[in-house]
């Protein structure tokens, strides 16, 4: 079992930037591909992005891509998500995920993983 605990979010500017960070304990992160989710009022969650175990390789959506950087700290069990020229369509309740079992790549599909964090709100004004 891994437990994940998101921090980082608040309030920002259009065109500013925040980072988000995944905590993780209770395994290795090492042993997991992580994913990043959002999820606005009255809309499904989302696939933001995604990194294999070692960080080699990096995956995201189009709306993100370009803006968004996925990365992680092995030696210190945790994820980011470094987030770029924020717009008002990024406010939502982002989370991290870990799918239950050994991945090559981080799948894109919510109900691929079992590991959840309790979500930090990304507010974006514009």
């Known amino acids: 079992q891994v437990q994940l605990v998101e921090s980082g979010g608040g309030l920002v500017q259009a065109g500013g930037s925040l980072r988000l960070s995944c905590a993780a304990s209770?395994?290795?992160?090492?042993?997991?591909?992580m994913g990043w989710f959002r999820q606005a009022p009255g809309k499904e969650r989302e696939f933001v992005a995604g990194?294999?175990?070692?960080?080699?390789?990096?995956y995201y959506a189009n709306s993100v891509k370009g803006r968004f950087t996925v990365s992680r700290d092995n030696a210190k069990n945790t994820v980011y998500l470094q987030m770029d020229s924020l717009k008002p369509e990024d406010t939502a309740v982002y989370y991290c995920?870990?799918?239950?079992?050994?991945?090559?790549?981080?799948?894109?599909?919510?109900?691929?993983?079992?590991?959840w964090g309790q979500g930090t709100q990304v507010t974006v004004s514009s």
């Open positions: 995920a870990a799918p239950p079992t050994v991945r090559a790549v981080p799948p894109t599909t919510s109900s691929d993983y079992t590991y």
């Open positions: 209770g395994r290795a992160l090492s042993s997991y591909v």
């Open positions: 990194i294999s175990r070692g960080g080699a390789s990096t």
